[in-house]
């Protein structure tokens, strides 16, 4: 019995901390409408969840006319070598002789900055975006600018 309340409150504490490693925001966008760059913009708000990984989450936003988009976004990453970090020569000798393989092409993780999302409208269209994070480990939460556009031609700038 002891076991299973330890084991109990165990998975409830991690369950709580992953759940607070989710982020939530906000992100201020102006929607101009399909082939008229110069008619005013109109303020649009984007709202994201991450995991709170870096890694990426949802995104959804209205436009001005009432269709609503939602989707995925993913942040773009990359690996770096153990070159390039200073471990190759002797390091990287010392590790691939039996200290776990020798694998350095993925020892280190490199964010890019950019992140892209593909959203989905309830009326058909579909929104590709890209954007340029502050700080990429941190996500969408530090800020950064972006770009979207729709399939019937409107576009978004987004700030935040």
């Known amino acids: 019995m002891r076991f299973?309340?330890?084991t109990l409150i165990g998975v409830?504490?991690?369950?709580?901390?992953?759940?607070?490693?989710?982020?939530q925001g906000l992100i201020a966008g102006?929607?101009?409408?399909?082939?008229?760059?110069?008619?005013?913009?109109?303020?649009?708000t984007f709202s994201f969840s991450?995991?709170?990984?870096g890694t990426g989450g949802t995104l959804s936003v209205t436009l001005p006319d009432g269709e609503t988009f939602s989707g995925r976004y993913l942040q773009v990453k990359g690996a770096a070598t153990g070159n390039t970090v200073g471990f190759g020569g002797t390091w990287g000798g010392w590790w691939g002789a039996g200290w776990g393989g020798g694998d350095w092409a993925t020892f280190v993780q490199t964010y890019s900055?950019?992140?892209?999302?593909?959203?989905?409208?309830d009326r058909g269209h579909t929104m590709?975006?890209?954007?340029?994070?502050?700080?990429?480990?941190?996500?969408?939460?530090?800020?950064?600018?972006g770009q979207c556009q729709t399939s019937d031609g409107r576009h978004v700038d987004a700030q935040f």
């Open 4 to 6: 299973r309340s330890s």
């Open 12 to 23: 409830l504490v991690a369950a709580a901390l992953l759940a607070g490693c989710a982020t």
């Open 30 to 44: 102006r929607a101009t409408p399909p082939n008229q760059p110069s008619a005013p913009a109109t303020p649009v």
């Open 50 to 53: 991450g995991r709170g990984t």
């Open 113 to 121: 900055g950019a992140a892209v999302a593909m959203l989905f409208g």
């Open 128 to 145: 590709q975006c890209r954007f340029y994070l502050v700080s990429p480990r941190s996500g969408f939460h530090a800020g950064g600018i």
